[in-house]
């Protein structure tokens, strides 16, 4: 992520691979999604839960169902892709599990929810 962003047209999608380790044994139904930002030297916002900022109530946690209980062991580690995907009138997310499993892509194309413009 790059401010400002002098690109023309302004492309907001983005990509992420994510590493998790389990500390417990479990079953993964999905994950949560939380927003922190650093806006300035030592100034954040956050809705975090270990550093949520007072009286935020702009943005909001955000879950990502999947489509397959995942069984997960102590100690084990997961892989999660996450896209942030854009067309003139719509913003998605789409994700997909990788490991310890492959799933398939969830919310192709803002399918099943995405945010209007």
């Not at 002098?6 to 691979?17: A, H, L, V």
């Not at 943005?59 to 999947?66: A, C, D, L, N, R």
């Amino acid at each position: 992520f790059i401010h400002p962003n002098f690109s023309i047209p302004i492309d907001n999608s983005r990509y992420d691979e994510v590493e998790f380790t389990i500390p417990t044994t479990g079953t993964m139904h999905g994950l949560a999604g939380f927003f922190e930002a650093k806006l300035y030297k030592d100034i954040s916002i956050s809705i975090e839960p270990n550093t949520h900022s007072k009286n935020l109530i702009s943005w909001f946690p955000m879950f990502f169902p999947i489509r397959e209980p995942v069984t997960l062991a102590a100690n084990s580690k997961i892989k999660v892709n996450f896209w942030r995907c854009c067309s003139s009138s719509q913003v998605w997310y789409e994700w997909t599990v990788i490991e310890p499993t492959t799933l398939p892509i969830h919310n192709p194309t803002g399918r099943s929810f995405s945010i209007g413009k």
